[in-house]
């Protein structure tokens, strides 16, 4: 089972650099890839740092252009991949308990974790609407830690609790984010794969 990090990175992120060394820090590895509409020296000077390859393409069209091309820019013999944000960090045993628990859902489509929300003062405390966002995903869930079928859309019924940046997806989904939607594209892409057959996988632990 072979697994790939690619990281959007648009502009200049503060936290990218940050971001690139906690996907190098995994205890399994995983190719690394950053993909941009915005390349620059100050990029490819962080990706050479970082010892990662860049894959450019455009012109820039928005985030579901963005976010498409950069499951394009995944090594074809990539089984799964994991759209990281570039102003995200990623526990150490993220990949390696995400593709442990895909490893034992034969059908599984998507995969994602808990997170916890980091500031410049720390790691915050459960919020409210953190709290709300669990109790959306155990409506869906009731326990299980993967479900298919129709009650995949029970959690998805009033917004998306599925933390975006924690997904891991099969590598030929295809071009899943709509590009007509500015936001809340990645709880469309959601609901259109509650469509297809196979199921969505809750890895119970906050990992990034």
Same mark, same amino acid.
């Given at each position: ?100 628990? $895909?490893?034992?859902?034969?059908d599984a489509l /998507?995969?994602f974790t808990d997170?916890? #929300? +980091?500031?410049? *003062? &720390? $790691? ?6 953190? /709290? ?5 995903? #155990? +409506?869906?869930? *009731? &326990? ?65």
């Open positions: 089972m072979k697994h790939a990090y690619v990281v959007p990175a648009y502009g200049q992120s503060p936290h990218l650099r940050d971001c690139l060394r906690s996907l190098a820090a995994q205890t399994v590895a995983s190719t690394v890839v950053v993909a941009s509409s915005t390349p620059s020296d100050w990029l490819q000077h962080q990706t050479d740092a970082a010892g990662v390859r860049m894959v450019v393409h455009g012109p820039p069209a928005g985030i579901a252009s963005d976010w498409n091309a950069a499951l394009a820019s995944a090594p074809v013999d990539a089984d799964w991949v994991t759209i990281a944000h570039q102003d995200d960090l990623y526990d150490p045993g993220f990949t390696e308990r995400t593709l442990a628990s $895909l490893a034992a859902v034969p /998507l995969a997170y916890r #929300e +980091l500031t410049e *003062l &720390g $790691l915050r405390g459960k919020t409210p609407l953190m /709290l709300v966002k669990h109790v959306l995903l #155990e +409506l869906g869930f *009731l &326990g299980r830690r993967h479900i298919s079928g129709s009650t995949r859309r029970r959690c998805l019924w009033f917004g998306t609790p599925i933390p975006c940046p924690s997904v891991t997806l099969r590598r030929d989904v295809g071009d899943i984010f709509d590009p007509t939607y500015g936001v809340s594209l990645d709880w469309a892409a959601w609901l259109d794969l509650c469509d297809r057959e196979g199921s969505f996988v809750w890895v119970r632990e906050a990992l990034m």
